[in-house]
């Protein structure tokens, strides 16, 4: 017997096993293999061209740039609000745990068109930005805006069950034996939390980088300086260029599955390191 069907407690795991690996390259496999195969109807030196132009160069600045800002942003906020959810009692709490949900539910272009009236030049914080010389709206700062709007649920959701696993004793314990608040959280609660927080910046920043309906409302899609690249990937599939916008989304491709490695790989490593199986 071998050990996978050993170790089932269900039955038909060669049955379960095929629909599952049809199922992903149905929906994964297949899609991102056209793109890359589509790409090799460019010669090299077009590929090159395509992807290297200086507005696609400065889109991918902006868009993994404000992507990875805005990831380490939500991680810190994201872990300071689900502290905040699992430790105290406050009035309105499941209100404040109800609205953390709303990225996942508001339209992505009703997200855009919220926040680009929020921080336009008259708009209800804008009003207040413009006398101080700050822009939001229609600048690249207005993409991070839209992306850490987006990003917060992925970080908070990810981080709050673990929070509220880890047992109160571990920190009067090591309150008992002399530590101060900080070094609590740094030595005893911040390795538990480790791991869930990268994954939590994980999903975050996989979010932002492909992020579109609600961030070209708020960015102005001004070329070599807010213009995302999934807006020049659209813009080249309304030219008919198929070829140069698949060669552009392969390079983000390219660049995600990288970024993401090296988090996995790192979450991974600091599991081990804290004794704590994934």
Do not use: C, H
């Not at 071998?2 to 599952?20: D, W």
């Not at 991680?75 to 996942?104: H, Q, S």
């Not at 069950?161 to 004793?169: D, G």
């Amino acid at each position: 017997m071998s050990s996978a069907k050993k170790n089932s407690i269900f039955p038909g795991f060669g049955l379960s096993l095929g629909y599952t690996i049809v199922y992903l390259s149905i929906i994964v496999l297949i899609p991102l293999s056209a793109v890359v195969l589509k790409t090799t109807s460019l010669t090299f030196p077009a590929f090159l061209d395509a992807v290297t132009a200086p507005r696609v160069m400065a889109s991918y600045r902006l868009s993994f740039g404000m992507a990875l800002l805005a990831g380490l942003i939500n991680a810190i906020f994201g872990l300071l609000l689900a502290w905040a959810l699992v430790r105290y009692t406050f009035i309105g709490k499941n209100l404040v745990d109800a609205l953390v949900d709303l990225p996942f539910a508001l339209p992505t272009a009703v997200t855009g068109i919220a926040l680009a009236a929020l921080y336009s030049k008259n708009g209800w914080i804008g009003q207040y930005l413009e006398p101080l010389g700050i822009k939001i709206a229609f600048t690249p700062w207005g993409v991070l805006v839209a992306l850490i709007f987006i990003g917060l649920p992925f970080v908070v959701r990810t981080v709050q069950p673990i929070l509220e696993e880890i047992e109160i004793e571990l920190e009067e314990a090591a309150a008992s034996l002399g530590a101060s608040r900080w070094q609590t959280f740094k030595k005893v609660v911040l390795p538990i939390l480790f791991p869930a927080l990268l994954t939590g910046f994980a999903l975050a920043f996989a979010r932002a980088v492909g992020e579109y309906g609600s961030v070209i409302f708020i960015a102005g899609n001004i070329p070599m300086v807010s213009e995302i690249t999934p807006l020049i990937i659209i813009t080249k599939l309304e030219q008919y260029d198929y070829a140069g916008a698949t060669a552009i989304a392969s390079v983000m491709l390219l660049i995600s599955l990288l970024l993401l490695l090296a988090i996995n790989g790192l979450q991974a490593w600091t599991a081990q390191k804290t004794g704590r199986v994934r």
